[in-house]
């Protein structure tokens, strides 16, 4: 079970994510706070999984909430101001919603705090677990349709679906297509792809990268976080990373 703190000065905030929370049946709400200083005075007393945070609150703001505490919680921002979203990463942060959260991205975030609550722990959290496709099924249910690619490999045509691609290399005159599971290559230019992908939640954050924005973990300095894996955010890249994770459009 997952145990989690919501911490936010509004109360429509905390009836939200409560309603998010009870439809999931491996989360339990432990506790509400509606400021810094009662969620500090709570994380001393109780034990807590996952805290969705607040960023502007009436005493503290979410950063600051996190530099008081010296092992905080699986962290995930809620929040109604885009303009922080890049340097919540960097505080280590698991994901970052933007006010009014949908239930399909509430979804994804959850599944982003299952992956690291099960690294961190040496397992994944019991009861049923949303999969990254079921997460990417959710996103469709609200509207987007499920897309695919077909990739070429070994004479052989391979039907991927997009939302599994985690991130994708040039590789000389071939790409390699990254997933969970396996690694594609393919004989073609990543500039081929990135036009095809740019719709579905793809980003070039380097001359030689190509990642999914949702597949990200982590953001540190100029370095994103897929899984185990860090890659280079280039230097004329940043902005356009920056405004894709603040206006939470894909």
């Not at 990739?151 to 000389?172: F, N, S």
């Not at 390699?176 to 594609?184: A, F, G, N, S, Y």
Request: proline share 4%.
């Amino acid at each position: 079970m997952i145990r989690v703190l919501i911490v936010d000065d509004e109360a429509p905030a905390h009836t939200v994510l409560k309603a998010h929370c009870a439809k999931i049946d491996d989360i339990e709400v432990v506790g509400n706070c509606y400021d810094g200083t009662s969620a500090l005075t709570f994380l001393r007393q109780h034990p807590v999984d996952l805290m969705f945070l607040d960023m502007q609150m009436s005493d503290l703001t979410g950063f600051e909430l996190l530099q008081t505490l010296d092992a905080p919680p699986c962290v995930v921002f809620v929040t109604a101001y885009a303009d922080y979203a890049l340097e919540s990463y960097e505080f280590g942060v698991t994901d970052y919603l933007l006010k009014p959260v949908r239930y399909a991205r509430f979804l994804a975030a959850v599944e982003k705090v299952r992956r690291y609550l099960g690294r961190v722990n040496g397992s994944v959290k019991s009861g049923p677990e949303v999969s990254p496709d079921a997460a990417a099924s959710a996103d469709a249910s609200s509207g987007a349709e499920t897309a695919f690619l077909s990739i070429k490999t070994d004479g052989v045509t391979e039907r991927v679906e997009v939302g599994r691609i985690l991130y994708i290399e040039a590789w000389g005159n071939y790409i390699k297509i990254h997933l969970p599971e396996q690694t594609l290559v393919e004989r073609r230019t990543l500039s081929d792809l990135e036009t095809a992908l740019t719709d579905h939640g793809f980003v070039r954050i380097h001359k030689a990268w190509l990642v999914r924005l949702r597949a990200i973990d982590a953001i540190d300095g100029n370095r994103v976080r897929i899984g185990k894996t860090e890659l280079p955010v280039g230097a004329i890249y940043k902005q356009k990373l920056r405004d894709l994770i603040a206006s939470d459009s894909v």
